[in-house]
């Protein structure tokens, strides 16, 4: 069993940041991809960000270029997510998952095969 245990979250100022953590457990993740998501009340899960366990190569959605930047620590199995110039809107429940797609980039909630219990991240104007 993967165990992925987001933290970070909370209450921000606009303009602020925050740095999100992803702790993984369970086994190897050599052939897993990481993905963030965010998911607001009455939207859809929304990817973020995504990193190869293997190599680092990352990837943004254009909510996230230029603001957000996802990174990871092989040594303490941790994948991060640090979030700059935070807005109002980015307000939502951020989900760490990974997934066996490493061919391309998984951007689909479905493509993910464990996920975080998610962090709460809320931006106040």
């Known amino acids: 069993q993967v165990q992925l245990v987001e933290s970070g979250g909370g209450l921000v100022q606009a303009g602020g940041s925050l740095r999100l953590s992803c702790a993984a457990s369970?086994?190897?993740?050599?052939?897993?991809?990481m993905g963030w998501f965010r998911q607001a009340p009455g939207k859809e899960r929304e990817w973020l960000a995504g990193?190869?366990?293997?190599?680092?190569?990352?990837a943004y959605a254009d909510s996230a270029k230029g603001r957000f930047t996802i990174s990871r620590d092989n040594a303490k199995n941790t994948v991060s997510l640090q979030m700059n110039s935070l807005k109002p809107e980015d307000t939502a429940v951020y989900y760490c998952?990974?997934?066996?797609?490493?061919?391309?980039?998984?951007?689909?909630?479905?493509?993910?095969?464990?996920w975080g219990q998610g962090t709460q991240v809320t931006v106040s104007s």
């Open positions: 369970g086994r190897t993740f050599s052939n897993y991809a």
């Open positions: 998952a990974a997934t066996s797609i490493i061919y391309a980039w998984a951007r689909r909630r479905d493509d993910y095969n464990y």
């Open positions: 990193i190869r366990w293997g190599d680092s190569s990352t």
